[in-house]
């Protein structure tokens, strides 16, 4: 007997490294029907897949939802829909499915959106998500850099538009992660100059990942190719001995 509506599983893989999903994310890909993952329109390569591959049996359904890189609403609200609408049609056939998303599926993931829109549509149905370690995590134990210590605050923000956070915020939080950091990369830098953060921050590209590069002195990101898988782990002050 089919049950009468199928989970959808959102499932944050980590940053990079197989070994970093949870025993619960690798227990539900063993099982679900569908394996959903959000590609750009220009190609079907999935990271979050590729990361997944040794959880997933070989034989599992992996479908690829494409999503348009463009910051017009109408644009974006069209193929959300039209997503859910694709993993609704497999939820309705009594069929479980798991949305792959990179890193946490609730921290600047497509997952937050698609959960938004399937709940507008239909308010009933059952979604589980399932939390991954975000980026910025594995970056800091990566470097073996607290992220945060005693009463102090940890600001998290996008850097895609530049440093105009760390200038808004940065009295308010001894530590700033910021994700995002690429084409706007200069102005950051500027604006962690200006906060005295700028000695006592790190990047990292490509955490956990081929390519790998950890950055000790971020200013060189000025002069860069920005890349998109960049992030940054600033604090106050100047760098301690041996961190
Ligand atoms: C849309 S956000 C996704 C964040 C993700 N959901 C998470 O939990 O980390 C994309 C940004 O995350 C950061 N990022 C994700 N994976 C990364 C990695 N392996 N190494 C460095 N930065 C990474 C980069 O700053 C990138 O621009």
Redo the contacts with the bound molecule.
């Keep these: 007997m089919t049950k009468k509506q199928g989970t959808l599983y959102g499932i944050?893989v980590g940053?990079?490294d197989p070994e970093l999903l949870t025993v619960k994310a690798v227990k539900i890909l063993a099982h679900v029907d569908v394996v959903f993952t959000a590609s750009s329109t220009r190609n079907t390569f999935s990271l979050a897949v590729d990361i997944a591959r040794p959880h997933l049996p070989e034989t599992v359904d992996v479908r690829h939802l494409s999503f348009p890189m463009t910051q017009d609403k109408e644009a974006l609200k069209s193929a959300w829909r039209e997503n859910s609408l694709e993993i609704l049609s497999v939820l309705d056939k009594g069929k479980d499915a798991a949305f792959l998303?990179?890193?946490?599926?609730?921290?600047?993931?497509?997952f937050g959106y698609i959960l938004q829109d399937i709940r507008d549509v239909r308010p009933d149905v059952s979604i589980v998500t399932v939390p991954?370690?975000?980026?910025?995590?594995?970056?800091a134990a990566r470097m073996n850099v607290p992220l945060v210590e005693g009463e102090e605050s940890l600001l998290l923000t996008?850097?895609?538009y530049g440093g105009g956070n760390v200038r808004k915020f940065s009295d308010c939080a001894e530590n700033v992660v910021?994700?995002?950091?690429?084409k706007n990369v200069k102005d950051i830098t500027r604006a962690l100059a200006e906060s005295d953060m700028i000695e006592n921050s790190r990047a990292?590209?490509?955490?956990?990942?081929e390519g790998?590069e950890i950055i000790e002195d971020i200013r060189v990101l000025a002069d860069r190719e920005p890349d998109?898988?960049?992030?940054i782990l600033a604090k106050q002050g100047r760098k301690k001995d041996g961190m």
């Design positions: 944050g940053p990079g998303t990179l890193g946490d599926s609730m921290t600047y993931s497509t991954g370690i975000t980026s910025y995590q594995a970056a996008s850097g895609a910021l994700l995002k950091a690429y990292i590209r490509k955490c956990g990942r790998e998109y898988w960049t992030l």
